[in-house]
């Protein structure tokens, strides 16, 4: 079973806009990752987001974490054709052993 | 290039047949995961090796079954397969350098069932 919710299933946007999109989970976790997934690829990792950090940046990407309403959010500024993807939030439980759970995911169309 | 590394790409089988799938992990790194990426189900967690002992297991059938070598490699094998397998099979490691915590994919192993 999937751990969360991601918001929206589908967002298009035209090239040069910003993208949000948001994750929401059940339990406690340990970190939260955002990957990406190319139609049919692997999943690339993107950014992880420890529990006791609420804001991270990597490039034009910019994730928060909320633990206390157990969401997070990821940001794409200045977007790009070549952004078109899939983008799924992972968390990992504090359980003591790793274990990825993932949303269920956004996909991301950015028209030139 | 995550750095590991999943073959067979691609795989067609027929119904109650057996597959191996296998994988080697990112150099270095101890833990070697598995994971199904279906239509209905999504990106299911199966299980989780470590250092060649299995550490944790999600949803994963009795039908299959995974190890971790010693030489840190791994192999999924599934066997009596059914139409619902066809699915892309992830294999993914993690622990040797940088963030520990990041958990690095391969591009997956896509199994059809006819």
């Known amino acids: 079973s999937q751990q969360g919710e991601e918001d929206p299933q589908a967002l298009s946007i035209q090239e040069g806009e910003n993208a949000t999109m948001n994750c929401s989970y059940k339990?406690?976790?340990?970190?939260l990752q955002w990957y990406r997934q190319n139609s049919g690829r692997g999943l690339v990792h993107l950014i992880l987001i420890r529990s006791n950090e609420r804001e991270k940046h990597s490039g034009r990407l910019r994730v928060t974490l909320d633990t206390s309403k157990k969401s997070s959010s990821l940001l794409i500024t200045a977007s790009r054709a070549a952004d078109t993807a899939s983008y799924f939030c992972?968390?990992?439980?504090?359980?003591?052993?790793?274990?990825?759970?993932f949303g269920t995911g956004t996909r991301l169309l950015v028209s030139p | 290039d995550s750095g590991v590394t999943q073959t067979p790409k691609h795989l067609i089988t027929a119904t109650g047949q057996r597959v191996t799938l296998r994988c080697s992990p990112r150099s270095g790194d101890l833990s070697v995961y598995w994971y199904q990426q279906s239509l209905d189900q999504g990106l299911q967690f199966l299980i989780h090796?470590?250092?060649?002992?299995?550490?944790a297991k999600g949803n994963i059938l009795e039908r299959f079954s995974a190890q971790q070598f010693p030489d840190l490699h791994s192999e999924l094998n599934l066997s009596s397969l059914e139409l619902g397998d066809s699915a892309l099979y992830f294999c993914a490691s993690s622990g040797s350098t940088g963030n520990r915590n990041t958990i690095y994919f391969g591009e997956g192993s896509w199994l059809t069932v006819v």
């Open positions: 090796y470590y250092n060649g002992e299995e550490r």
């Open positions: 339990t406690s976790i340990n970190n």
């Open positions: 992972a968390t990992d439980a504090d359980t003591g052993f790793q274990k990825l759970v």
